[in-house]
């Protein structure tokens, strides 16, 4: 569903620019401003989350966390033992 909404720019250079680039883009100025609401909500949301990282982190680093590369490795040696452990399953069958 279209909802319309009528947009009023108090500033002139602003208005053009965007005029501008929508006729660069060879797409509508609204579809910009929607484009840069959409990005704005989420940049909102993303910094509402940023206090319980930033406490999953703190926790993380309180118990002893380990760093990435770390776990990765020890994720493909349990791969790598799992399949060999398949493998010699399906030769003894």
């Known amino acids: 569903m279209k909802r ?21 883009r060879h797409t509508a100025a609204s579809d910009i401003v929607a484009d840069a609401v959409r990005e704005w909500l989420e940049s909102r949301e993303d910094s509402e989350l940023l206090p319980a990282i930033e ?20 994720l493909e040696k349990a791969i790598s033992r799992r399949e060999r452990a398949t493998k010699a399953k ?3 069958a």
Request: glycine share 4%; charged share 40%.
């Open 55 to 74: 406490t999953a982190r703190a926790e993380w680093r309180e118990k002893g966390g380990r760093p990435w590369p770390e776990v990765e490795r020890r």
């Open 4 to 24: 319309r909404m009528t947009v009023v720019f108090h500033d002139e250079e602003l208005y053009t620019n965007l005029k501008v680039e929508a006729a660069r």
């Open 90 to 92: 399906s030769v003894q």
